[in-house]
């Protein structure tokens, strides 16, 4: 048997055809999560991220395609297999029109559920030994258990082989170069330069001889030839971070660059050809900059061939904890520390937080506190203090209502062990109401379960 890194969520209100299923994968390497129903199924997904999702086409309650749907809008690239009876093909392929990956008729050959797998899982990027070698190295500078997170991985994955264009929206400080960076590291053009550049940073004068080079004596202080960033890309990937920031005398220019494939350094008359793939990313809303004429529109589709929307680390605070503590390992090895850890009322504050500057900001408070404190656990006063001088504004009525609900439901899943219909009555909420809110904050009661043993 081969060992294999990928999860498969098998659904069916059969608990004979549940169990066959499970035994073929197992058998077959494959780690196996069961549901028998949609609803448990949706449950199941707010917390485990598997690579497939098989289900039955004909359940009590919520079928498979309407499970399909739910998956289809928060999870777009996972990848459905649907099961179905002889008398259901023309359903099932119906269901492949609208983005099934594929069915299987029962009872189904074991080879042919194999087969359908594995084709399942290459075309989603997440199949063969190399995959899961690999994942360590590409994404090693991103550290998630966030479900939006693993999403925007994952579609990361997907895209990183071709030579697609890619967008990267997002605020400031939430690692939009980092998933650049993994970008490239899964491509093609690992081995060829990654070369990133704030376009904001320079000074728009200096911004064009930066990107394609000038020739010795084209401007005061051209004392050189220099070649310039896209070239120094050439084969690999050149990051321009706060595109929006770009100016638009410079934005027709680029334009040419990526339709020609060739620069034209400043002064000179002979063109360069150059081989660079483009991963661009910003803060600012560029649709509004094109309505106010501040951004072109033919630049925008060329660049924005497949976008990524990273979220804020006010959306994923279960990351929180993991990257708090990560930073502070780092930050007691560079200043030579003996730092344990977070005090457990430290640690409620930095999850509590509203973290305007995101992944940036949380780095600078856990830096902040372990160049001061003098204990080897960090207090709540030390952290309260950091965010404090860091800027703790008061957060949007919105984000402080989601923050609320979020710990009251983390509450009530403590007090009851994890006991959902306990604790929808305490919420006085029926079942399937208190599961939607448990998905919208991507909590799962099996952990806190788990926790109570």
């Known amino acids: 048997m081969t060992d294999r890194s990928e999860t498969i969520l098998v659904v069916d209100d059969d608990p004979g055809v549940l169990r066959l299923l499970s035994i073929r994968l197992r058998s077959a390497g494959y780690e196996v999560s069961t549901a028998e129903s949609g609803e448990t199924a949706l449950s199941n997904l707010s917390g485990i991220r598997p690579d497939l999702v098989i289900t039955d086409l004909k359940m009590d309650g919520m079928d498979g395609m309407a499970l399909f749907e739910h998956i289809q809008r928060k999870h777009p690239s996972l990848p459905v297999i649907i099961l179905t009876a002889h008398g259901s093909i023309p359903d099932a392929v119906a269901a492949t029109k609208s983005g099934v990956h594929g069915f299987l008729t029962k009872p189904f050959e074991a080879q042919e559920l194999l087969h359908q797998v594995e084709d399942a899982l290459r075309i989603s990027g997440g199949t063969a030994e190399a995959v899961a070698d690999r994942d360590a190295a590409w994404r090693k500078d ?8 693993e999403e925007v991985l994952q579609r990361a994955k997907m895209v990183a082989p071709s030579e697609a264009s890619v967008f990267i929206h997002g605020e400031s ?57 896209f070239k120094s890309a050439d084969g690999g990937t050149l990051f321009l971070d706060e595109i929006g920031d770009m100016p638009l005398s410079l934005q027709v220019k680029l334009l040419r660059v990526l339709q020609e494939r060739q ?26 900059a094109m309505a106010e004429g501040e951004f072109r529109e033919d630049l925008y589709y060329r660049l924005n061939v497949v976008s990524l929307a990273i979220p804020a680390l006010s959306e994923r605070r279960e990351d929180i904890p993991l990257l708090a ?29 509203p973290w305007p500057g995101n992944i940036r900001q949380l780095y600078n408070v856990v830096e902040q506190v372990a160049i001061l404190s003098t204990t080897p656990i960090v207090s709540d006063a030390m952290v309260q203090k950091a965010i404090r001088e860091e800027g703790d504004d008061l957060p949007a009525l ?56």
């Open 398 to 453: 919105a984000d402080a209502r989601r923050d609320f609900e979020r710990e009251y439901l983390v509450k009530l899943l403590q007090i009851t062990q994890g006991n959902v219909t306990k604790a929808a009555r305490l919420a006085k909420r029926n079942r399937t109401e208190f599961y939607k809110l448990l998905n919208r904050h991507g909590l799962n009661p099996t952990a806190f379960k788990a926790a109570a043993r």
């Open 142 to 149: 991103i550290l998630t258990r966030s479900e939006a997170m």
């Open 173 to 229: 400080g939430t690692g939009k170069e980092l998933v650049a960076q993994a970008i490239h590291r899964a491509s093609p053009r690992a081995d060829k330069p990654f070369v990133p550049v704030n376009c904001g940073a320079i000074p728009e004068n200096l911004l064009e001889s930066e990107l394609f080079g000038h020739k010795k004596g084209s401007f005061t202080g051209a004392t050189s030839d220099h070649e310039g960033l």
């Open 263 to 288: 620069i034209r350094p400043v002064g000179s008359t002979q063109p360069v050809a150059v081989d660079v793939r483009i991963i661009s990313a910003t803060h600012r809303d560029l649709e509004e």
């Open 325 to 353: 503590n990560h930073f502070l390992k780092q930050q007691a090895e560079r200043y030579s520390k003996k730092l344990k850890g977070f005090a457990p009322e430290a640690m409620e504050r930095l999850v509590g937080a």
